[in-house]
Each structure stands twice: as C-alpha cells, then as structure tokens.
C-alpha cells in the first residue's frame, strides 16, 4: 500500500487508473495538472508519482523538473498519451532524460501499470 | 582485053586494014594519051618480044635496041619495087595485076600500072604473056594532092575544140572528130567507126551514162536529140556527167548528111551563173541591209521602185510609187528635208537625208536616204536615182546607246564609282566629280600628290605610297581610308593603271575611286550576324533542353533539327533524328488526346504544352513535356515547328512524393490530434473491462468483455501507429553500428514471425555506422518482414541484405532518379535490403503502398500505417526507399540509409 500522486488532465484516464490502483489497496492523490501536482508534491510526500506528459498550465516534464530542482522526488511512472507534439518516442526519451522509472503509453493495460507500479515501489 | 582482042584481029583481013589502020592509029593515040603501053612475049622454040612505042616511052628507053631484057627491066624499076616485082614474076600465074614505080633516066620517079595475062599450052608451059603498063603518076601525083587537102581537113577538124560529127544522108556516121572521143572518152572506139547509125552512138552514150539528162526521162531525151538530129534543130543543150555542159548544133551538108557540132559552153555557164548568183547576192545584201533602190523622171512625174523599196518603206505592194505619195508617208516634220533638195536640183550630187516613213502596218522606220540627179545613159534624158535605207534598228540603237551613256554616268553615280588621273612628271591630280562626291568636297580635290595624301587615312599611307612609286606594279587594286573634310571616315576601293612611256618612265596613272563604306559596313554586320548565328548554334546545340526543329510544310512535321540533348532524351543519334516525324517518339501508351492537342497545334500553327509518354530508343518510356511553338520566315509564313521537350518523368516523381510527404504530414497533424485523445478514451475502456472481467461473470458477460477489450487494443495499435506515424521531427539519434543493431533485430523477430518463415542474412561485416534510432530501424524491420511474411502466407524465405552502396550506385538503383538527391547528400548509403518470393504486388498497388490506411490485408489484420509509418521514418533519417516488385515473384524493399559521414571517414 503506498501514497500515489496520480498527476492527469483526464479524467477518464483518472477514473480507469484509480480504479487499478485503488483494487489494489494504493491510495491515490489527484492532481489534474502539473502545477496541481507541483503544489501537492510539495505539500505531501508520496511514495510513487504517475504523471502524464502533456498537460495544460503545466505538462509532466517541467513539473518533473521543477519539484526534482525543489528537493527528492519520489520515482515517476511516465503515463503518456502521446500526440502530434508528443510522440511516443520522445515522450519515452524525454521521460528516460528526467529520470522517469517507467514510460508507459495509453491506454496501458492493468497488468502493465499493476508491474511497472511495483517494480518502482520496491 | 578488048584492046588485046582488038590488037589480035590487026592480021586478019587486007581489006579492012583501013580501017584497021585507021583505028589502030585511033587505039595509038588514045594509048598515047592515057600513056599506055602494051607488050607480048611469044614463047616459041625463042623468044619472042614485041613492044608498044608508048611502053618505050614509059619506061624512057630506046626502041632501037628493041625491047630491054627483064634484068635491064628490073634496074630501070624503083629498087624498093623491084623484089616484089621480079618474084611476082616469077610466080606461077596467069593473070597479074600490080603497081610499081620506074627510076627514069632523068631521074623521076614514075608510077607505073600494069596488067597482065599467059596463055598455057596443054602441057602446061607457058607460050603467051602479054599486057599492058600505064603511066599513072599524073593521077597518083593528083591523088595525092587530092590526100593532102583531106588531110588538112581532117586534121583542122581533129584540132577543132568544138565536137565535129558528120554522119552521111542515109544517118551514118562519117567522121568524128578528137574533141569527140574526148567527150565520151571509155567509149569502145567501135562506136566512132564509120558507118555507125546516129541513134547508136546516141545509145552507146546513154548506155554508157556519160549523160546528165537533168529533169528528162531517158526516152525523153533520146527522142528529143533524135528528132532535132532529123529535123536539125539548133541549138540544142547537152549535159555530160563530168559537169560540162554543150549546145549542139545540127548543120544539114551538101549531099543531104548532117554535121553536128558540139560547143562546150560550161565555162560561159560557170560564169553565167556566177553573174545571176552576184546578182542574187546582191539583191540578197539589199533585202538583208534594207536597202531599195527607185528611178524617177526629172520632172516628178514617173517615179519607179524596186520590190525591196516597198519592203523597207513599209509599203504594201499596192501602193502607187510617186513622189507626191512618197512625201505622203513621211512624217510632216521630216518632209522638208526633201523639198528643199527638190527645189535645187544639182547634177551629179549626192543628195542624203533621214527621216521617219509611216509604215502600212502603222509602224514608224526611219529611212537613210541617198539620191542623186543622173543622165539616163539610154535616153540622154535627166532622171533622179536613188536608194533608201531601212534604218530603224541603228537608230533605236543609237538611242539606247545615248540612254545607255546616261545610265552609265547614274550607273556611277549610284556605285560610288569615281575616276581619276594623276601624271607624276606633273604632279598633277585629275578629279571627276563623282570622286569628288566620294571625298566630301564640293570644290576640287588637291591637285598634287601630297595633298592628296593629306586624306588619306595615316596607317593606309605608306600603302599607296609604294603602290604609285616608279618601283610600284604597273596596275594595282587596294583598300584604303579617307578621311573627308568633316572628319567622316570612308572605306575606298582604288584600282588603278600605270602607263608608262617607251623609256619605262610612269608617264601617268589612270584608276577608279569605288566607296564601299556600306559594303564593309555590311561585311562587319555580317561577320558579327555569322559570329553571333554560330554562337547561337553553339548555345542550342549545349542548351540542357532537348531542341528539334520541325518542317512545317510537310505533313509529318519531319525533324530538321535535333540538338544533342535531344539525342540524349531519346537514346537516338542525331543522324537518326532528322528526317524522323516529330512525332517518332511516340508509341503505344501515349495518350491519345494529348496526341491529338499535339496535332491540332500542328493544324493551326499555335503553340502547346503537352505532356505525354514517350520512348527511349531502348523502350524505356517516360513522361516527355512538349513546348511546342511555330516558326516563321520574315514573310510570317510558317515555315517550321521548334519544340522543346524534357523528360518530366523524374520531376512527377518527386512531385509525386512530396505531394505523397505532404499529405503525411498533414495526416499525421489530424492523426496525431485525435489519436492522443483517443488513447485517454481507450485508456478507461481498457481498464474498466479489465476490471469487469476480474469479477465473477456469467459466461456471455465474459464474452463481450473479451471483445471489449480485444477491440480496444485494435483501436490502441491503430492509433499508437497513428502516433509513431504523425510524430515529428525525431532527435537526432547517437550513430550506431547498423549490422549489430540489424542482427539483434532479426533475433527479436524471429521470435515474432511465423515459425515456417525463415531469415537468411547477409550484412556486410563492415562498420556502417547511421544516425537511426534502434527503435526506428526495429520498427522499419519488423514493419518489412511482417509484409513479407503475410506475402508468403506465412512460410518461406525472407532475405534481408545489408550493403554499402555509393550514392550514384543507389541513383542507378532507384532507376535514375538522381535529381532526386541534393546536393545534401550522402555520399555513401547503407542499403537494407528485405526481399521476399511472395505474391509480389500489381503496379496500381504498388503506387499506393505508403499511402496512410491503405492496406490489402483483410480487414482487422492491418492497420494500413505500417508503410507510412517505415515512409515517415525512412525520410526522417534523410534515407530513400525502393521497390520492386513482379506479381508472383515477391517483392523487394530497398532502405538506403545514409551513413554516418564522420564514421565513414
């Protein structure tokens, strides 16, 4: 069981990975954007972050940055839906570069996340 | 005999002895008178021999003695007789008749006569001769005069020139003479023999065709020489094959014959004709020279003309030859000419004029008239004689001669042409006015040398200088310039020629001054039109774009022109191309409308673009743009077509491709958008029917969960390739070694692919380095061999190559497509090669395998992103991709990557 900031602009995206998680027994903290999760990473101490790339206000990578930049950070599971800014690969390196654990890409299935989630949580 | 008879019967009776007497004195003197004598010998036991007195007397010996014996005889006989007397003799005859000559004492010759006779006793001796001799010298000596006149005769008739005949009454030939036989000399004398008929000899000469009978039959003339040989008609004509030619002349004689004479008259008819052919000539030159001649009486009143007079007046042979008349055909102005010589007549002088005549054909001659006032050498009577003279052509001559001088001197004028004289003894300059004209002065020239060559250009000088000097040639033809007063720079031609005096001194020079300004001007622009046509030529013949001219006066437009990038564009030689339609390129898959564009431009002789398949000289085709456009000469007749034409077939490639780029892009904008949303949508779908599945379920619910799920990671490949397929620009990605990474991919494959399909491998050992992502390049072969696989049904080989290639061994591999390539390239490429022996692909599949979303596998077994997607990546990397592929055979892709240049290195 751990604390797990879920940082998605999408709330159905929220919605479904909550819902593995939560079965699960994690408990989950949401933040709809970047600077969202930037204040709670700040407020709270999590013991794992899954943070989508692309976001309004402020997309993954600068969070990611930002928060590393303001102290430890707890790991980052990279969830990204890619795009026509993102493309997978870049997301991927882009993650890689700011010391995301995983890179997964949507729509991810249960067991996917369920691995990457605990092989970061060990 | 009588004589003897009577002398025999002198003894018979006395009583007539009278008379006998008397007659035998009668028989004495008449044998006196014929001085005849008579002799008998009695043969009787002796001899007996009686003499008459007149035999004594002929043979001038004397009686007393008695008669002479026959040896006294012999002597008294002329000696050349006397042989033949004396055998005659003594021959046995009985009767015997001979002439001889006697030797008289005195000296004379006689000429003797003597007849004789013997009587012969049964035994057969002789016992009587008797007989008579006669003095016939005064008939010989008169026969003989009588022989020579004859001969004389004769002989003037042999010498006579003319031809002499005589033929007695009854038409027998006499005599002819020599002249005669000469006439028909080869005639057989037989036919001059005397006694010859007149119509044999006639014959004979016709036979022998010694006669020209002219226009006469042979029968004709015969009876026509007969009938005035009968009837001595004279003249008459005789023609002789040698040319001559004879009147003859039948002359009746005394005693009824006829002589004929021939006088040769050829000579006289020579010259006879000679005179008419004069004559004729003469009349010939005055209808040649167009002269007539007329008389006319002092007083006016009868005037004659000669038939060439009408000719040269122009007058019809109806026109009435009087002076009044005459006058009426001159023309008024020229009429006094003749009235003023009228009025004062003066003998013997020679009158002339010219003046114009009305011909009856209402053309004007002039006539050059000469007459003179002459006594009438008949009559003694004063008469006018005088001539005309048809002398219109001398006088049109003479004034195209006068037009022609003035044409001259325009003529001159207009060519720039001047004269010139110069005599250096006096250095003196002679200028025409044309020359003058040539240098720019109206007044006259400088008149010495020097000053002459004051004008002279400077550089031109010492030219001329050495031309006129005494060692100069003796004509001399050069260029020079002048400068005119105004400082205008003329270009001359100068000829000139030297005469020289007998001492070989220069005593003057004669030339032409021709200003050819505007003729070297002209060579100038010529040369430079020549230059600058030859520099065209030059540019057409190196012009990039493939030039033909074609004749557009022909039906098929054949190639006039060709330049050599037209060879090159068409595989033909240039040779081959002219003469070719302009059409020859053409064949079997060009479009026919363009085809018809093509020829209706041709019709109107407008200009068109056309684009259409052509094909190389090897059947290779390609796409040819023609530019069409007409030419014209300078009277804007059409006269051609000038088509330029280029092989577009790489450039709608290109075009093609990055048509086909931009579309991607474009795509993968939309594709990139909607499938980043889609993934957070597919995301709760995915995870929530995970979830329902986890929980206990009735078997359907399970089912459709199943199906939810399966559909939704369809929809999550299509639109992860979506996103691989939109993405950008990649980083550029470290270099790394392609064999390793290529070797690492295929083992990942193989794990991936169908058992049954099997790799075979060939990667160069060689350390190709390229900036490619490992993610990319895997994506690319897994991409290649997943098509292959699924073109072989899942079983069979699958070759992947690796190679180095050079940058023109990839243009040769992409078929030519080098202007595909800039000037960025690579100059060397890797070229991952992935070939399958599938099903391979028709053409119109082949053109659209990168499109996005076109796929030709069943539906759920592709996304139709994959090609895209290799298309996409492959260009990222600067790379290229080929293909090829033949249905049924399988298919071949090549990825030319480019390497990385400072590895390579």
Redesign the interface.
Known sequence: MAKILLVED?E??R???A??LE?EGHILTIAENGEEGLAKLQSTAFDLVIADL?MPKMDGLAMLKKSRALGDMPPVIVLS??????????SA?LADANGAVAVL??????EELLSAVNKALL | MEQNQNAGSLAFSQDQSNEIEENRSRLARAARMARLGYYEIVFHQKENTYWSNELYEIFDVSSEAGPPSALRLLDIVHPEDSPRLQAALESHWQSLTFNFRLLTRSGQTRYCRSENERIFSPSGRVTQQYGIVQDITAQVEADRRATRAEDRLRDAIESLPDGFVLYDSRGKLVLVNDTVRHMFIGLPPRFFRAGTQFRTLLSAILDHDFIDLGVDTREDWFRQRELAFHNKISPFPMRTKNGRFYLLYNHPTGEGGTVIVAHDVTELKEQERKQIKIEKRLEDAHRIGRIGHWEMDFDLTRMTWSPNMYVVTGQTPHFVATYENYLSIMHPEDRRQLEDIKRHPTDHSLFEGEWRVLGADGAVRWIHAQWTLEKDPETGQKRYFGINQDITERKQVELALRKSEENLKMAQRLANLGHFEYVPGQDEMLWSDQQKRIWGLTADGPSDLEGVMRTIHPEDKSTLIAKLGERGPDSFALDTRILRPNGELRHIHVEAYRERSLQGDTKRFFGIVQDISETVQRQKDLKRMAMRNAFLRAAIEASPVAIAVADGGMDNFPILYANEAFARMSGYEIDDCLGQPLDFLQGPGTDPDSLAALRKSFELGKMAEVEMLCYHQDGRAFRNLIELAPVYDEHGEQIAFVSVQKDVTILRQQEDELRQGQKLEAL??LA??I??EL??????????S??ALRRDQDQTTEKYLRSIQKS?GKA?DI??NV??F???D??AAEAIFLSEAIQEILNFARSVLPPQVEIVEDLSKAPLSACV?T??LTQVIVNLLNNAADAMSGQGKITVRLEQVTLAEMSTRLKDRVDLFSEMEADFFACLSVRDRGSGMEEDVRSRIFDPFFTTKPVGRGTGLGLSVIYGIVQAWGGHIGVESACGQGTKFDIFIPLDPLLKA
């Open positions: 999408s159905l995206v919605e479904a990975v819902a593995i079965q692309w839906g890619g795009g026509p800014q993102a493309p997978l690969e870049l390196s890409f949507k729509p991810c299935e249960d | 993968g904008r990139g958008g499938s980043h993934s957070n949508m597919l995301q709760p779908i995915m995870t929530f995970g979830l939704a999550r639109v992860r996103l691989a939109s993405r950008k990649a980083p992502g993610t990319e």
